[in-house]
């Protein structure tokens, strides 16, 4: 944290820091692998339709392309069992130690500690959702205030957290049927199947409708977010969904003159400005894994 | 004037003789033992017929092509035993493949006859056992799977070499002469040497009833079109060789197609004492599943409990009235009878998971989909609003 620049000035304009060039790569790896076993698992579950077999054989039909779809399965495991050496890791570092030097170390703290991550959903989120929704019917002229991660994130980064184990596991056992039956009962073949083409199908809808939505054909992002590249979030985007993360960035680093007004519901002056210093009480110090 | 096509018109019709010829050469070296001259109507491709029901009947019998196939060196006659003495026929019965067909079966030098086969099939799930079973009209007979298949060319044995066949042939006849006899006799071979149908083809014969929910119905059983979400199948329909269809499993090396009996019958394939071979398939074309334990054995390959489910209402079924209430019953009867309360568990949990995975989908994709909505209309109007004011703010300041 302290190499990295939070706030990044440059044409006059401000980028803030979003993924470090680790989860950047990260997720350009989980993105090649879940992109290519969606391809090369769909062509199985829907072998009905005309468009199966062709994009079955695009990948080398069913010689090649069950091979594939276990390698990418099996970088997609690794990913994962990475991760959560990383999340421990970097927790551990980060926070932990710090903790247990400052006030020591309990499991009451750390229970808190692992409660306040940034990615753990809370109730501010429910009550963002709820604000959200009053604002897209119009209830409302003001967005909830987003913190570091919204809870269209958390659901971004939970849902293939979730998947991985489900499909992983369920992948696992029907690669190694024989092996697993050596220890589950055989039913547990016909269970895996339904779980892992049916969870497949909902991590595959869930790609297109949400992420790839939010990310790419959004009106406030179309063509493209750029922060899976880049790293960094422009201005305009970080306080129409991190408007409480920006306002604790700006005053943490020392940008608070410049703090701009909360996206409104469309340049409407009826609606009264409330001075900054009512919008947010910057509390605590950002943390970014 | 002159006629320079003439010289062509006249090769041409030397060489269209010459091959016309050889036509009839080959014809007549193919054709069928025909003593009882039936070809002498029935070779007429526009013989036929519509009978009282409306249906078109056609009895042309191309002689070339039926003496290629299996029953060609056999008489009409030998199969179409009675009512043929009337012209034109009239009391015609239908083929009975028990007929004792003339020819002398080398092994008992006996006549032979399929009656052997017809015994074991009626002994058998498809076998109609003198009436007893509902429906017979369900069951199939021999044609309902089998026709009169062509024997193929002199390839196919040996690495598909027409070569290595010729030689093969070569040696038959150093001793059996008649070359007509020793043809006869390899192709005989080889067609019981090979697979005739491909697996699609197979399980489209099966599927032909199997799939029929309200034949499967009528007998207590579940429609099997699940077998279409296995591996099994996308193998079988991607072209896989050796890809497992129907009678892979339900018929295994050692096991004939003629007796197939049900699952709880310990000469089935299916019966619990005789999965794990049925899986690992030792002694086949390939070896399947070698590391096959009977756990792995237990598991349902194409089975969602639709049989469950009927058992576990059986309780709540009054008096059945209406006919489709009657099959209903028979079919709880049936899963209530061959179903363990182990197996009725698992349909459940099957059940269970397939629903929650609906209602998950469901609802986590509809949610998004009205988010998405909304949010594109909202973000359409903020922006309309915004473009709205900056030109007011232009207006201002002309």
Not at chain 2, 357 to 385: A, C, E, P, W
Request: glycine content about 6%.
């Amino acid at each position: 944290m302290n190499k990295t620049t939070i706030i990044m000035v440059k044409n006059g304009k401000k980028f803030f820091f979003r993924f470090s060039v680790n989860q950047r790569i990260q997720h350009l790896i989980l993105a090649t692998c879940v992109v290519v076993l969606v391809l090369t698992g769909m062509p199985l579950k829907f072998h009905y339709t005309f468009w199966a077999q062709y994009l079955y054989a695009l990948f080398g039909g069913i010689h090649m392309a069950p091979i594939i779809h276990r390698m990418a399965g099996i970088v997609l495991i690794l990913l994962f069992v990475y991760h959560i050496i990383y999340l421990i890791r970097t927790i551990w570092r980060g926070q932990i130690v710090p903790l247990k030097q400052k006030e020591g170390l309990s499991i009451v703290r750390l229970i808190r500690l692992l409660l306040d991550q940034p990615l753990m959903p809370n109730f501010k989120d429910l009550k963002d959702i709820f604000d959200l929704f009053k604002y897209l019917l119009f209830l409302t002229s003001e967005r909830p205030q987003g913190a570091q991660f919204t809870w269209k994130e958390k659901f971004d980064y939970w849902a293939p957290f979730w998947g991985i184990v489900i499909i992983g596991a369920s992948g696992a056992i029907m690669w190694g049927k024989e092996i697993a039956t050596q220890w589950l009962p055989g039913e547990v073949i016909n269970f895996a199947l339904i779980a892992h083409s049916d969870e497949a199908l909902l991590a595959a809808l869930f790609l297109f409708i949400w992420h790839w939505y939010n990310v790419h054909f959004s009106t406030s992002v179309f063509p493209m977010g750029t922060a899976f590249l880049t790293g960094y979030l422009s201005e305009e985007l970080m306080i129409e969904e991190h408007y409480e993360y920006y306002i604790e960035v700006m005053k943490q680093e020392g940008f608070e003159n410049e703090i701009l007004p909360p996206h409104q519901g469309g340049g409407n002056d009826n609606i009264k400005k409330k001075p900054m210093e009512e919008i947010h009480s910057a509390s605590e110090l950002p943390r970014i894994l | 004037m002159r006629y320079p096509s003439l010289k062509i018109v006249a090769v041409f019709t030397v060489l269209l003789c010459m091959f016309l010829l050889a036509e009839t050469l080959q014809a007549s070296s193919d054709a069928l033992p025909d003593s009882e001259n039936c070809l002498y109507c029935h070779r007429y491709p526009q013989m036929g017929r519509y009978d009282e029901k409306g249906k078109k009947r056609i009895f042309y019998i191309n002689d070339r092509v039926f003496a290629r196939s299996i029953h060609g060196k056999l008489s009409c006659k030998s199969c179409h035993v009675s009512g043929l003495d009337q012209i034109p026929h009239t009391d015609i019965q239908k083929v009975d493949c028990t007929t004792k067909c003339h020819i002398k079966e080398p092994s008992t030098n006996q006549e032979f006859s399929h009656a052997n086969i017809v015994q074991k099939v009626e002994a058998s799930v498809h076998g109609r056992k003198n009436g007893t079973k509902p429906y017979p009209e369900d069951l199939p007979e021999c044609k309902s799977c089998h026709d009169n298949p062509l024997y193929s060319s002199l390839e196919g044995l040996w690495c598909d070499s027409e070569a290595l066949s010729n030689e093969t042939l070569a040696r038959c006849t150093v001793c059996h002469v008649r070359k007509e006899w020793a043809d006869n006799f390899y192709a005989h071979f080889m067609h019981r040497m090979q697979k005739q149908r491909t697996q699609k083809e197979i399980v489209q014969l099966c599927t032909g009833c199997h799939e029929d929910q309200e034949k499967m119905n009528r007998h207590g059983l579940e429609s099997i079109e699940t077998y279409k979400d296995t591996f099994h199948w996308k193998q079988v329909k991607y072209r896989v060789e050796n890809a497992p269809d129907c009678i892979t499993c339900h018929v295994p090396v050692g096991y004939s197609t003629h007796e197939m009996y049900p699952r709880t019958d310990p000469r089935s394939p299916l019966h619990m004492n005789n999965r794990v071979n049925t899986c690992a398939h030792q002694g086949g074309i390939q070896t399947c599943h070698p590391g096959a334990t009977p756990e792995f054995a237990m598991g349902r390959v194409h089975a969602y409990g639709a049989n469950a489910e009927m058992a576990a209402s059986v309780q709540t079924t009054t008096v059945a009235s209406r006919d489709d209430e009657k099959l209903k019953l028979l079919v709880q009867v049936r899963a209530k009878n061959e179903l363990s309360k182990k197996e009725v568990f698992h349909y459940q949990v099957l059940h269970y998971i397939t629903l929650f995975y609906k209602i998950l989908i469901g609802s986590v994709i509809g949610f998004m989909i009205l988010h998405q909505f909304l949010d594109y209309r909202r973000t359409r109007k903020r922006m309309n609003q915004r473009h709205h004011s900056m030109n007011l703010e232009k207006d201002d300041r002309v």
